[in-house]
């Protein structure tokens, strides 16, 4: 099961570990090869979510939470998730092959029928989506999210489901497969953390990299009025992000509006003796008890090191010096510790409700503030350094997934223009003139395409850890992928 503090702090460090290694990395162009398909007679016959006339009343996490109980010993059967995982990249000729031997075993991926498909057919297709998650009447950070780790089990069904059905030419069928799978992305992205936004994204990229594959197939409807009818963007952070902006309040009520309390030395003491010793429990260190050894000897020292600090920095701000020193050690350090973080917090939660152009250079200089801040021991207890220097990176992956969908959706325009013009991609994208080209948004600037004789590139330098790069080519007549 996913706790969410624990969770959150490991995939930021994973993020930032990606992007480190990421700069070095000599990425090999995606090989794209397209069927020139113009737009469908009724522009909006596909959609990739479900239409208002295919959805109803009702909770999608109800559904969603039956799949595990439809075949309970199918979630812990190793053989069948190892197919799974072989599956979902394989290439389709050998993929045609598999299926029509060994795999015949699993024929109920392709069923309508199933159980499993039925429930996330019908989650998928439920106008609201409730987690129930309870982030007021639990320490937020000790939020058990197994559902969360569930539904990328539940993706990974689908997204071979979908594989499945565009190997054998059903494009309709997988399309609605689709529905449901971007569905649940935007489902699951609904509960208020972080990491459902995440996992949200996660599966949205499961979608798209088949849809990737779809677009490919001769005979394929051309899907961008699809892509561009989505949400922009297509998981929503919001609520995660509000949720996170209040995470440490959510988790410990008793420290908002620190300086309007009048409580006595012992009040102050026990409550940053819970805070440090929680804290420390979490981080691994500490007992946690809330008796009088929960605190280890390195935050005994940052307390007397910073404890000068903090009584300067009330005096700083207006307090008397009288006031300052009237105060009891342990309110001066939960005083000063909160309005640091709150400041540091502020500083970064309020770039992530613009788009990426417009924040780029202001998480830049955050980013780099809050290091700073780390490195100099500004901190007394290390709320920002736990919680904060992850946060951009979930700024990036959520730009990455926008990127996904336009970079898709540009394909979809270079089949649109190749089917009015000889089978032919453009000299430039000023020339696809059919439709609208997105901006790549890390950029706010058109895609970077370069056509040399029958192949053009479509890139893009952004982001570090993984530029978008194809290569693409039209398919010459009658082949099959």
Known sequence: MMRHLGSFVLIGAALAAATARGQDADKPPIKIVLHPAGEPREALKYQLLPPLLDRR????????????????????????????????????????????????????????????????????RCDSCDWDIPIREHEFYSILLPDVQSSRSWARILAVRARLQIAGGKYDDA??????????????????????????????????????????????????????????????????????????????????????????????????????????????????????????LGAVASMLEGYPRAKWSLIAEGRSPAEVEGMSAAQVILIYSMQTYNELRDDTFKWLSLPYTEARQGMERVDKKLHESIARGREIIPFATLLLPAVF?????????????????????????????????????????????????????????????????????????????????????????
Request: charged content about 25%; glycine content about 8%.
């Open 57 to 124: 009343p009702g909770n999608a996490a109800v559904q969603y939470l039956k799949v595990p109980h439809e075949q309970t010993q199918l979630f812990s059967d190793t053989a069948f998730w190892d197919t799974l995982d072989k599956w979902i990249e394989m290439p389709l000729p050998k993929l045609r092959k598999e299926v029509s031997g060994e795999g015949r075993k699993y024929a109920w991926l392709m069923s309508s029928r199933s159980g499993i498909i039925e429930l996330l057919d019908r989650g998928a």
């Open 175 to 296: 399309i609605h497969t689709l529905q449901t799978g971007f569905a649940l992305a935007r489902h699951v992205a609904q509960g208020p953390t972080l990491i459902n936004g995440l996992v949200g994204v996660a599966i949205g990229g499961m979608m798209s990299y088949q849809l990737e594959t779809l677009i490919q197939q001769p005979g394929a409807p051309n899907l961008y009025w699809a892509l561009a009818s989505l949400p922009r963007p297509l998981i929503d952070f919001r609520p995660g992000y509000e949720a996170e902006f209040a995470e440490i309040y959510l988790s410990y009520p008793e420290l908002r509006d620190l300086e309007k309390k009048d409580l006595t030395p012992d009040e102050w003491r026990r409550i940053l003796q819970k805070i440090v010793g929680r804290l420390s429990a979490f981080m691994g260190s500490g007992s946690g008890s809330g008796q009088p050894d929960w605190i280890d």
């Open 393 to 481: 990176n979930v700024k990036n992956a959520e730009t990455r997934s926008i990127q996904k969908i336009a970079a898709l959706e540009v394909l979809e325009a270079l089949r649109l223009y190749a089917a009015g013009h000889e089978g032919k991609l453009p000299e430039s994208l000023r020339d696809v003139t059919e439709v609208p080209i997105p901006l790549d948004p890390y950029r706010g600037e058109p895609f970077i395409y370069v056509r040399k004789g029958d192949t053009a590139k479509l890139e893009s330098p952004f982001p570090i850890d993984n530029p978008t790069l194809y290569e693409i080519q039209l398919a010459s007549e009658g082949a099959k992928r």
